[in-house]
């Protein structure tokens, strides 16, 4: 069942990737407009790479906003693919988590960022675990994720999968794919299990609440 999850969100994805570039390009979101689209660039570029790799890259703009840094964008979704290529700014692939998984992807890079784009479990493991193949000795890993505290909402503060929701965004998206949670010190662990020694975490406060808008954690492999 779980591995059919993972496959169950990029079903969603190939459906909801229309209304998703509109939301992203009109500046829909408003978490991402006020809080955490600085919060990844501020971040990735406090670690300075020459080159870095965008995993989940979507249609591509993080890789517009840091036109200082040579990236590649890399997505399961074709569509997005090709939007990101059509708007430039880096070299894109299209790629599943479990094909980098099994090392096609073969990157020397810098830095790695996933932005709100480790959504399942096994796949995001597998992901983790071939950091080695995409990430230079000593590069960086950055993770941007929904906070677990706020995240958690009524249900138990424990791991597990979730229904989705598309609460918020247009009525353009349909069949929320499902999604699966993480507690901060399991998140810690996935990092760490891994071999990537937990350097910062950072919790960026929405300016309205006053609360954790994201989690974004920057793990290192060892040199």
């Known amino acids: 069942m779980p591995a059919q999850l993972d496959t169950t969100i990029i ?3 190939h459906r909801n990737s229309a209304p998703w570039i509109a939301a992203i390009r009109n500046g829909e979101i408003e978490s991402r407009t006020l809080v955490t689209n600085a919060a990844i660039v501020e971040t990735v570029r406090a670690y300075a790479p020459a080159s870095a ?6 249609e591509g ?3 517009r906003a840091l036109p200082e840094v040579q990236m590649m964008g890399v997505d399961a979704i074709p569509t997005l693919v090709e939007q990101a290529q059509a708007a430039g700014g880096g070299t894109f692939r299209c790629l599943s988590y479990e094909q980098i998984a099994d090392g096609a992807l073969q990157l020397s890079a810098d830095l790695a960022v996933c932005n709100f784009s480790l959504i399942g ?8 675990r071939a ?7 000593g590069g960086h890993l950055v993770v941007q994720t929904v906070h677990p505290v706020l995240a958690c909402g009524d249900a138990a503060y424990v791991d597990g999968w979730r229904e989705g929701s598309w609460a918020g ?5 349909q069949d929320a794919p499902p999604w699966y ?6 998140w810690i662990a996935l990092f760490e299990n891994n071999g990537l ?3 910062e975490l950072r919790e960026p406060l929405h300016p309205h609440t006053g609360k954790p808008a994201s989690l974004i954690l920057v793990g290192q492999l060892p040199d």
Request: glycine letters at 10%; a positive charge.
């Open 11 to 13: 079903e969603s994805w």
């Open 53 to 58: 790799v965008d995993l989940g890259c979507g």
């Open 61 to 63: 703009w993080l890789i």
């Open 121 to 128: 479990k096994e796949a995001v493991e597998g992901l983790l």
């Open 131 to 137: 950091a080695p193949s995409y990430l230079r000795c």
């Open 169 to 173: 965004f247009n009525s353009g998206f």
């Open 181 to 186: 949670f993480r507690t901060l010190s399991s």
């Open 197 to 199: 020694r937990l350097r």
